[in-house]
């Protein structure tokens, strides 16, 4: 369960960006392999009691950048995409975060 560790992280990160000031939206960039529903409960623990604590959460799965190891291709996908190009295998050569701050709105949550 490290991804609670990098919610944790990200939450601190928010907060002190915010200044204390109440966040209405966030939005959090994951891996294809780190589960949407263990960031989201990690966030809610992570962020209760404080003001980012009622913010809308939304999380967008980013895809890995791969190489094709046998026609040379780059194409994103998870780590057991086949390349478009031939159907080869690929190796991951840009790793798409577990967890990470992509965007966030301060105002009032309604």
Do not use: T
């Given at each position: 369960m490290?991804?609670?560790a990098l919610v944790s992280k990200t939450a601190l990160d928010l907060l002190s960006l915010a200044g204390g000031l109440p966040v209405?939206?966030?939005t959090l960039a994951t891996s294809p392999e780190t589960s949407p529903?263990?960031?989201e409960q990690a966030w809610r623990s992570a962020t209760a009691g404080t003001s980012v604590g009622a913010a809308t959460l939304t999380c967008v799965v980013r895809d890995h950048g791969l190489q094709c190891l046998d026609c040379g291709a780059r194409y994103r996908g998870d780590k057991l995409s086949f390349c478009p190009e031939c159907?080869?295998?690929g190796l991951i050569?840009?790793?798409?975060p577990e967890v990470m701050l992509k965007d966030w709105a301060i105002?009032?949550?309604?």
């Open positions: 490290h991804e609670r209405s939206k966030v529903e263990v960031v159907e080869g295998n050569v840009d790793p798409a105002g009032e949550v309604i």
